[in-house]
Nanobody, 115 residues
Framework: QVQLVESGGGLGQAGGSLRLSCAAS????????MRWYRQAPGKQRDFVAG???????NYADSVKDRFTMSRDNTKNTVYLQMNSLKAEDTGVYYC?????????WGQGTQVTVSS
């Protein structure tokens, strides 16, 4: 089992920055990839960014060059640095951890960007 706890959401201004954190616990050695997803009101949950065990990252086109995902293995935590925020970045951000057998989700953290 893997437990994920997100933090760092809140209210940001357009053009500003926020940083999200996701702390993992439990069977963290089984995790292959960690990802961030977001869900805007009334819309489906969409992929935002991912990072592999080896540190390889990939991003949705909508956030490329604005968001950076990183990891601190000493703290079992991944981060999502969000710069140049836009109103369309508003939504609930979920942390996701994938093992060879299943995926796990955090409870989500709300990000609201005011224009």
């Amino acid at each position: 089992q893997v437990q994920l706890v997100e933090s760092g959401g809140g209210l940001g201004q357009a053009g500003g920055s926020l940083r999200l954190s996701c702390a993992a616990s439990g069977s963290i050695g089984s995790i292959n990839v960690m990802r961030w997803y977001r869900q805007a009101p009334g819309k489906q949950r969409d992929f935002v960014a991912g990072i592999t065990v080896g540190g390889i990252t990939n991003y949705a086109d909508s956030v490329k060059d604005r968001f950076t995902m990183s990891r601190d293995n000493t703290k079992n935590t991944v981060y999502l640095q969000m710069n140049s925020l836009k109103a369309e970045d508003t939504g609930v951000y979920y942390c996701n951890a994938a093992t060879s057998y299943r995926t796990y989700w955090g409870q989500g953290t709300q990000v609201t960007v005011s224009s």
